[in-house]
């Protein structure tokens, strides 16, 4: 990567994020300028599946960290096996919407900065969705340390998070340069925002998580998802 993010970014990644709340599930629903037509929007779908599949089959129980919550969506499906989760998010108008949207008292809800925020508590298991690609490459390690100090002996990690693939995001938003970390982001009313977005490689990340001493698998879906899962254990990974 040619640059680190400064200070200013992150602060307007969140400002982007608080400002983006009330219209963030157009993204995951393919609605508006994310609607990119029945046959990919089909395809998109499908595959979400294989990774709502995916966390399903892992059957995460206990006290489960949720790291950049967001509206709610992975919240819901945690919740069907988790016996409590914190909800953590940098966006106040992210946990409303989580919170009316999950209504649960399983759920406790934690407004903080995700760059500079270290648990007290350790867990069952950590998750995070659409969360990594906006880690700077450069604060990549210490976010993946607090993860594992986060995680009891054997503990599990769930993560999904987006692919390079250009139909993934609006119609008119264009995908940062391969060498950069930085992305222009549009809302519905036309103010831009800068904002960190990485797409990182499976074989590459596998290796950062093991180097914490995550025992991560990491997979792609055929054109939008990358995902992974595995405990705090040996310090190893894999990919395929």
Same mark, same amino acid.
């Given at each position: 990567m040619s640059e680190t993010v400064s200070a200013q970014t992150l602060v307007e990644m969140v400002s982007y994020y608080r400002a983006r709340a009330h219209e963030y599930d157009e993204w995951f629903y393919r609605r508006g300028r994310? =609607? *990119?037509g029945p046959e990919i929007n089909a395809r998109w779908f499908v595959e979400a599946e294989e990774v709502f599949a &995916?966390? =399903?089959?892992l059957g995460i129980e206990g006290e489960v960290l949720e790291l950049a919550c967001g509206t709610g969506i992975w919240?819901? *499906?945690?919740l069907c096996t988790a016996s409590s989760i914190t909800a953590v998010d940098a966006s106040p108008e992210m946990l409303a919407i989580n919170h009316a949207k999950v209504a649960s008292d399983r759920v406790a809800y934690v407004q903080t900065d995700l760059f500079t925020w270290h648990p007290t508590h350790t867990y069952d298991a950590v998750c995070f969705a659409f969360w990594i690609s906006h880690v700077p490459t450069e604060r990549l390690d210490s976010f993946l340390s607090m993860v594992a100090t986060a995680l009891r002996p054997g503990g599990s990690i769930f993560f999904v998070d987006e692919r390079r693939e250009p139909t993934?995001? &609006?119609?008119?938003?264009h995908l940062p340069e391969s060498e950069s970390q930085l992305m222009l982001r549009r809302l519905n009313d036309g103010r831009t925002f800068q904002i960190v977005k990485n797409f990182y490689e499976p074989v590459p990340l596998a290796a950062r998580f093991a180097a914490v001493g995550l025992d991560v698998m990491v997979y792609e879906t055929a054109s939008y998802f990358l995902y992974g899962y595995g405990t705090r254990g040996k310090a190893s990974g894999a990919s395929r």
């Open positions: 994310y =609607d *990119r &995916a966390l =399903d089959a919240t819901q *499906r945690l993934g995001t &609006a119609i008119n938003h």
